[in-house]
């Protein structure tokens, strides 16, 4: 998805399926996005593929102190450049979402706003995450609806997965609403939703590469049990013994695991392999 919609110069850029493009073009849904944001003075916002400006625009009516805009494809430089020019607000980054640098960013970001393309909605929140100790603790996402059905997937449920967990024990996650394809030009072939993601706690906690790895592995395969998907992870012997003495049944499946026994079993392995 690219943020990019109605306006000035939509309908002179084809939106390309290699960059995941399809351009928000209902203005409903972009006075929801923005107000749902609460998006003002004193904030610092990050939208990811402002596409043709819209979403940037009503962002920047709204007042924001700072507007950091990453987009990937060049034919959409000279928009918004003409754009920049007249805002210093705006400030563009060119390159792949998931690899600018954004420690660089200044002032840094304490929201983030925007219509990711879809092809890139996991990995993407799992960079932006990482951030959250930096003070990036608001993210508000167009995202497909199936992506929003993992993101909120309660424990016990077949659409558990990994950044749901993460995203369960770090904070709030909402699906604030539905978006028909009739709102995007040209129109997906998939449904989309409006979620918004609050990090209230763990800070810190994407950063610690054991906590991916763990949940990585363990879901690795959903019609495995834990015991199984987990046998030999980290060089551990008896992960029957382990995962009884955590718990956890070794018996038990890595969607069946709230968030908290998630959090427990991280802090035990951590402390077992620190003995090994």
């Known amino acids: 998805m690219s943020g990019g919609g109605a306006g000035p110069v939509e309908g002179k850029i084809r939106a390309l399926h290699r960059f995941g493009q399809n ?17 003002g003075e004193g904030d610092v916002v990050l939208e990811v593929g402002p596409g043709q400006g819209v979403l940037t625009r ?11 805009a990453v987009e990937l494809d060049e034919r959409l430089r000279p ?10 607000r705006l400030r563009l980054h ?9 420690t660089a960013f200044d002032p ?7 219509n990711i393309p879809y092809n890139i909605t996991t990995p993407l929140i799992w960079r932006l995450l990482a ?32 950044l749901g967990v993460t995203l369960e024990v770090m904070g709030a996650v909402t699906r604030v609403r539905k978006v028909p394809a009739s709102c995007f030009r040209p129109a997906p072939r ?36 834990l015991l199984n998907n987990l046998r ?20 038990a499946r890595a969607e069946d695991l709230e968030g908290e026994r998630w959090l427990e079993l991280c802090r035990a392995l951590k402390e077992r392999l620190a003995l090994s």
Not at 152 to 158: E, H, I, L, S
Not at 210 to 225: G, I, N
Not at 234 to 251: I, M, S
Request: include cysteine; hydrophobic fraction near 45%; charge should be negative.
């Open 131 to 162: 951030f959250a100790y930096l003070g990036l603790t608001y993210h508000l996402y167009m995202v497909q609806k199936e992506a929003a059905d993992r993101l909120t997937a309660p424990a016990d449920t077949r659409e558990r997965y990994p």
């Open 94 to 102: 060119w390159g792949d979402a998931l690899r600018v640098d954004y």
């Open 58 to 68: 009503a962002l920047l009516e709204r007042g924001v102190s700072c507007l950091h």
């Open 232 to 251: 030999g992870f980290k060089g551990l012997g008896d992960w029957a013994g382990f995962l009884a003495g955590a718990g956890v049944d070794p018996g």
């Open 190 to 225: 998939v449904e989309s939703a409006l979620v918004e993601i609050v990090i209230q706690r763990h800070h810190e906690l994407t950063r610690d590469p054991l906590w991916s790895e763990l949940l990585h592995r363990a879901f690795a395969h959903r019609r495995k049990t």
């Open 108 to 114: 840094f970001p304490n929201k983030v706003v925007a």
């Open 79 to 88: 928009g918004l450049e003409a754009l920049a020019a007249g805002e210093p």
């Open 23 to 39: 351009f928000l073009v209902d203005r409903g849904v972009l006075a929801d996005i923005v107000g749902r944001s609460a998006a």
